[in-house]
T-cell receptor, first 123, second 110 residues
């Protein structure tokens, strides 16, 4: 259980184009998904928190108009990198929190399950 | 501001030895603690979590938590070359987002 998929696994695009990355929870419902970015040999950087049915919460310094997030269902969140530039080339990883674990109320657990990541290269 | 500190390594151990990975955190309100393993070029994989003081064992892995010292560790017994990866420590308060450390690179030599 707790499987998260991402599509595509890698993408190469020209500067100025937009790229959409999908994140799906395959065997559980995820009211909350997270989008991270990781540059080579760097740590994970949280970009935004995606909540089903509401607007995403962006971390400081992340441009919400450039990185569009949509969480239309309990199993799907999408990240669109608009007008991509070479500096946007990175490894984008989503994670999802298992809603069922919290259906009985507040829990101190907060396991996040990561998708396999999408490697974006902007030429 | 919440901070999670890890030695970047690399930590080198011979095959069969015990690898000890350490993590400290700054926020005393942190409630849940997680260890993830990340192979080069791959996304993180959850190894285990702990939220009570003491030890928690799962196979060759043991997580240790000391909230008074704000310290969490991961022991890997009988280390294998396949354990060579970067190990990320993460903490959270309640329902908040996870704060990740920068990770410790572990190298297990045959």
């Amino acid at each position: 259980g707790a499987v998260v998929s991402q599509h595509p696994s890698w993408v190469i695009c020209k500067s100025g184009t937009s790229v959409k990355i999908e994140c799906r929870s395959l065997d559980f419902q995820a009211t909350t998904m997270f989008w991270y970015r990781q540059f080579p040999k760097q740590s994970l950087m949280l970009m935004a928190t995606s909540n089903e049915g509401s607007k995403a919460t962006y971390e400081q310094g992340v441009e919400k108009d450039k990185f569009l997030i949509n969480h239309a269902s309990l199993t799907l969140s999408t990240l669109t990198v608009t007008s991509a530039h070479p500096e946007d080339s990175s490894f984008y990883i989503c994670s999802a929190r298992d809603y069922r674990r919290y259906s009985g109320g507040f829990s101190t657990y907060n396991e996040q399950f990561f998708g396999p990541g999408t490697r974006l290269t902007v030429l | 501001q919440k901070e999670v500190e890890q030695n970047s390594g690399p930590l080198s151990v011979p095959e069969g030895a015990i690898a000890s990975l350490n993590c400290t955190y700054s926020d005393r309100g942190s409630q849940s603690f997680f260890w993830y393993r990340q192979y080069s070029g791959k996304s993180p994989e959850l190894i285990m979590f702990i939220y009570s003081n003491g030890d928690k064992e799962d196979g060759r892995f043991t997580a240790q938590l000391n909230k008074a010292s704000q310290y969490v560790s991961l022991l890997i017994r009988d280390s294998q070359p396949s354990d060579s990866a970067t190990y990320l420590c993460a903490v959270n308060i309640g329902y908040s987002t996870l704060t990740f450390g920068k990770g410790t690179m572990l190298l297990v030599s045959p």
